[in-house]
């Protein structure tokens, strides 16, 4: 490893990432005079690489036992607001290797609940699909998402099987949607009874709440979604592009 492209704890800190990926959970790394002779740092530069691994969560310190590998939260990669495209959770997982599970707990058509039918500028005895579906990252739960489509513009959407694959992408087979864009808004919130037993985790522990809007080319709103996940396990990350560069 050469330490001189850029700044020096930065490229160790690429070089331990990438050694530690490597690595069983749990590892403990060698002490620090040894990765500084290695590295031919200094233990200032050394600590700097390992702050930002412990940061990002590849690794974690124990007072008096030293660092160890660990596994970051599974991360959830909201860039359907501004870039490249459209993709919905499963696709993003799936394409990272992660095995993903769907548990459908709920699906209807109902009267549109007045804050969806804002979103989706229905009128409120207008009807919409309601989706409900418990997602799994490597058989851990992970989330419940919730979804609503207009019923009278995607009806199939009452009656497909959504336990496997993608809702954005039977939206795009089917009716060949335009998902151009998103409106994303994060919030807080806290684990219901019911949510808490699919989640496995106690009533009334902290959530990340994202709620999705869904447009085409034309601001028209598509689908309005919200995600209720394990922030023990999950992380949201925003790519946002400039002037559409």
């Known amino acids: ?52 691994l412990v940061a990002d969560g590849h690794l974690v310190r124990e007072q008096g036992r030293g660092t160890y590998v660990t596994r970051p939260g599974i991360r959830h990669e909201y860039r359907e607001s501004f870039v490249h495209r459209i993709a919905g959770f499963h696709s993003v997982m799936t394409e990272q290797g992660a095995q993903v599970g769907t548990t459908v707990l709920g699906q209807q058509v109902l009267a549109a609940p007045p804050a969806v039918a804002t979103e989706l500028r229905l009128e409120p005895a207008e009807q919409v699909v309601e989706l409900v579906r418990l997602r799994s990252v490597d058989g851990l739960p992970n989330h419940v998402v919730r979804s609503f489509l207009p019923a009278e513009d995607y009806p199939k959407a009452a009656t497909e099987d959504f336990g496997h694959g993608s809702l954005y992408e039977f939206l795009r087979r089917e009716y060949e949607a335009d998902l151009a864009r998103a409106r994303i808004v994060v919030d807080v919130g806290t684990a219901g009874a019911e949510e808490a037993e699919v989640l496995q985790v106690v009533a009334g522990s902290p959530l990340l709440v994202v709620r999705t809007t869904v447009l085409d080319g034309f601001g028209n709103p598509l ?21 559409g560069r």
């Open 1 to 52: 490893m050469s330490p001189d492209a850029g700044p020096k704890y930065l490229a160790v800190r690429e070089h331990l990432r990438r050694r530690v990926a490597d690595l069983p959970e749990h590892t403990l790394l060698p002490p620090e005079p040894v990765l500084c002779e290695e590295y031919g740092v200094s233990r200032i530069t050394l600590r700097r690489a390992v702050d930002g």
């Open 223 to 243: 689908v309005h979604s919200f995600s209720r996940l394990r922030p023990d396990v999950s992380q949201v990350e925003f790519e946002v592009s400039v002037n």
